[in-house]
């Protein structure tokens, strides 16, 4: 059972980031850079792939697709946990792949992100990791 209540916990954290952010992305000014020239010269430049793409809508798609990855791994995982966690824990597949994705997320917030983002993820992790444990041990 505590392995349980850890999957949904981290689930509930990485998954309240992903709304966070897809609110923060959206529909405040919080992501935007604070020089207002800079916003500018993003909406007009592209990048070399394709003229039709700015930085700026770049930018935007890319926090956007973030919000909704993020979003969807603690749905999904917290759907699982609630309604078939027998299933969930006979997954290895569906184990490995969110403590993966997780870990990529840590690794990627120590490297580029802010401190608090990361301490999150971490917490995030750890409660995965250890309900991984656990599944594990309570398997034989």
């Known amino acids: 059972m505590i392995a349980r209540y850890l999957w949904e ?4 954290i990485i998954g309240l980031m992903g709304l966070s952010h897809f609110r923060a992305t959206l529909f405040t000014n919080k992501l935007f ?15 070399v792939l394709t003229e039709e793409l ?23 995982n917290f759907y699982l946990a ?6 969930l824990q ?15 997320y840590v690794w990627v917030a120590a490297k580029y992100w802010m401190k608090i983002v990361m301490g999150m ?13 656990l599944m594990m041990m309570n398997k034989g």
Do not use: D
């Open 82 to 87: 609630q309604t078939s966690f027998a299933f």
């Open 90 to 104: 006979s997954s290895q597949f569906l184990l490995i792949c969110t403590l993966l994705a997780m870990g990529f």
């Open 121 to 133: 993820l971490s917490v995030a992790t750890a409660c995965f990791i250890v309900a991984y444990i």
């Open 33 to 47: 850079p604070r020089n207002a020239a800079l916003i500018e010269e993003m909406k007009k430049s592209s990048v």
């Open 9 to 12: 916990a981290g689930s509930a």
């Open 54 to 76: 700015t930085m700026w809508k770049a930018w935007m798609g890319f926090n956007a697709t973030h919000s909704s990855g993020a979003m969807f791994i603690g749905i999904t």
